[in-house]
């Protein structure tokens, strides 16, 4: 009989499944006790931090624009303003085929090739999340037809937005500037968080100089999105702070009268208060109209500027450099009585030459003839270049240059602008450095009439007379007159004093004063031109800038007909002034190109600003039966 063999081995069985249940029961208690202390890491160490992200998850924090500060004139009246426009905006994260979509919203919108151009700009300027203008200032047709299709269109939206405005267009583009959208160079420069809603920033003069003031700060709208990611309700508010109005010192009305009276002309005039260094008018023509800029100008446009002849992007005001012509002869007579070369009594005879005594050349005067003889008063009322020759020669350079820095030349102004150019004072060490070569005698002779190489600026040569008109008390010269916090009054800004002149005797200012006021009213006079004096006084000087050889055109030298000469190569004529001569109440200095009108423009702008605009001629109405009948009503 065969012995049975056991099949299964029951014990054997529950020992190993005891064994493999109790190994389970560990690994589990194990993961368990993992798990429990993961959650109790995530919902209490990083509690925090998670909470954060799950409120990201359906909360957004989008930046407001700031309102851009107005600028108005020392008047009241508005120069820059905020109008308000739709702009057709994309959000590029949203956007899947870019291409398409442009295509598919021309379709519906007209979009120009310009409006393409900026837009792929502004896109690689920006985050993929920010929205950036593909069309500015849509009508509202446009808009009408847009919001019919706009759930064709995830990601693209319409927004109202405030636009920089310009009213005055051309009048005042050289003082305001433009704002122009943010380039890749600014971004570095700008803080991006203030700047996070902002696509505009100054690009030039009061605009770029005050950005900080007219900007403002940033605000914050916390909103609830939707599962699409679209906003749903406002959470919380942070207003944005709304940048400062801004006050100019600038007189709009007289600034027109100034551009009026040069208009046709290129050239530039400031007119400056003595008593303060307020700025009055800054005019440079010819012009142009900033407001082109603000959207984005097209290439065509701006060529047509940028090669203009006549140069209008050019700021002629504050870096056009012309030589001193014989506008300098007052400041040299100052340095010439200050440092006792000459007295007011010293007497020179002009033959209508003068001549070195180691040289063979011959400096002539502007008068063939000469003038015979002359003192300090009659040098400058008749500009006689022999006079300041000999003067010069007993100067020497250095005390020239001395008198001419005390009044600003060779330097910045410190005006509240960027685009000043600082002119040159010429010096042995200059002329060494610059054009590598030795100073000459013959050099400090040609600086004496305001030519060779020295230059000056327009603003130079008002902030220079103003300084005279107060007998040496210096104000830097400047455009803001007060700043305005939105809901506040506006607070005046007070003058910034410069150092004064101070003379070794101070009645050498009413000698050169009084000489001046010769230019106009004294027999000879070069400022003839001007007219006949009317019910104020002014003290001024002439200058004429040669921009030729008279030899080269065959001309008698004293009385040289400009108009045979191609309008380029015709001197230049400068005139400044101030008025009146007991109080002065303004300082001028105008420079027109190729023209000799100088003087008559001049003459424009201060009787303007001393006696009022000119009477208005209004013909009676025709059907009128008045004895006056055809005769015209003045009002003044």
Not at 332 to 337: E, Q, R
Request: charged residues 20%; aromatic residues 8%.
């Amino acid at each position: 009989m065969r012995k049975r063999i056991a099949i299964k081995d029951h014990v054997q069985e529950i020992q190993l499944i005891s064994r493999r249940c109790i190994s389970v029961l560990i690994m589990m208690i194990i993961l368990i006790v993992l798990l429990i202390v993961r959650f109790a890491y995530l919902q209490l160490a990083n509690h925090a931090h998670f909470t954060t992200l799950s409120q990201k998850n359906w909360l957004d924090l989008v930046p407001i624009e700031p309102t851009r500060g107005l600028i108005y004139d020392r008047n009241g009246v508005l120069l820059a303003e905020n109008i308000p426009v739709f702009s057709l905006d994309i959000i590029p994260y949203k956007i899947t085929n870019m291409p398409k979509t442009l295509s598919e919203i021309a379709k519906i919108i007209p979009i120009t090739d310009n409006d393409i151009a900026q837009f792929q700009k502004q896109l690689k300027q920006h985050r993929r999340f920010d929205e950036v203008t593909l069309k500015l200032r849509l009508s509202e047709d446009e808009v009408a037809r847009f919001s019919e299709n706009q759930y064709r269109f995830p990601g693209v939206l319409v927004k109202a937005r405030l636009l920089r405005r310009y009213p005055f267009t051309n009048s005042l583009s050289h003082v305001l500037g433009y704002v122009g959208r943010i380039n890749i160079e600014e971004l570095r420069d700008i803080d991006p968080i203030n700047y996070s809603a902002t696509n505009y920033i100054g690009k030039l003069g009061i605009e770029k100089y005050y950005e900080d003031e007219l900007h403002g700060t940033v605000g914050y709208e916390q909103t609830e999105n939707d599962a699409s990611g679209e906003a749903v309700r406002v959470l919380n508010r942070i207003k944005p702070k709304p940048g400062k109005n801004l006050y100019l010192t600038i007189d709009s009305k007289l600034q027109t009268a100034v551009e009026q009276a040069l208009s046709g002309h290129r050239g530039a005039v400031i007119a400056i208060q003595p008593s303060t260094g307020q700025i009055l008018a800054l005019v440079s023509e010819p012009s142009y109209d900033p407001n082109l800029f603000v959207e984005g100008i097209t290439s065509q446009d701006y060529q047509v500027l940028q090669q203009s002849t006549d140069r209008p992007l050019y700021n002629r005001a504050l870096r056009g450099l012309y030589p001193f012509a014989s506008t300098i002869k007052p400041f040299l007579a100052l340095a010439g009585l200050d440092a006792g070369v000459v007295t007011p009594t010293y007497t020179i005879f002009d033959p209508g030459w003068y001549q070195l005594n180691d040289t063979s050349h011959v400096f002539h005067d502007w008068k063939r003839h000469g003038h015979g003889s002359v003192n300090i008063t009659r040098a400058i009322v008749s500009s006689c270049d022999t006079y300041f020759f000999d003067m010069a020669h007993k100067l020497g350079i250095q005390r020239i240059d001395r008198m001419l820095e005390k009044f600003g030349f060779g330097e910045l102004s410190g005006i509240d602008m960027e685009e000043e150019l600082s002119g040159v004072v010429s010096s042995p060490t200059w002329k060494r450095r610059v054009k590598g070569a030795p100073w000459y005698e013959g050099d400090t002779l040609n600086s004496a009439i305001g030519q060779g190489f020295m230059q000056t600026t327009p603003l130079q040569l008002a902030a220079g007379v103003a300084t005279l008109a107060n007998r040496g008390v210096r104000y830097v010269p400047h455009l803001l007159l007060a700043e305005q916090n939105q809901g506040s009054k506006a607070e005046l800004q007070p003058p910034t004093q410069a150092p004064p002149i101070q003379l070794s005797d101070e009645a050498y200012w009413n000698i050169i004063i009084n000489a001046m006021q010769g230019v106009i009213t004294a027999p000879g006079g070069t400022g003839y031109h001007f007219g006949k004096i009317g019910p104020y006084t002014v003290a001024a000087k002439t200058g004429t800038a040669q921009n030729h050889s008279i030899k080269n055109f065959n001309m008698n030298e004293e009385h040289e007909d400009q108009s045979k000469l191609p309008e380029k190569l015709r001197d230049n004529s400068m005139f400044i002034a101030f008025a009146p001569v007991e109080k002065p109440q303004i300082a001028i200095a105008v420079i027109v190109e190729n023209d000799v009108t100088a003087s008559m423009v001049a003459r424009e702008i201060l009787d303007y600003y001393l006696i009022g605009p000119p009477p208005i001629q209004i013909p009676l109405a025709p059907r009128s039966i008045n004895k006056n009948q055809g005769k015209p009503y003045v009002v003044h």
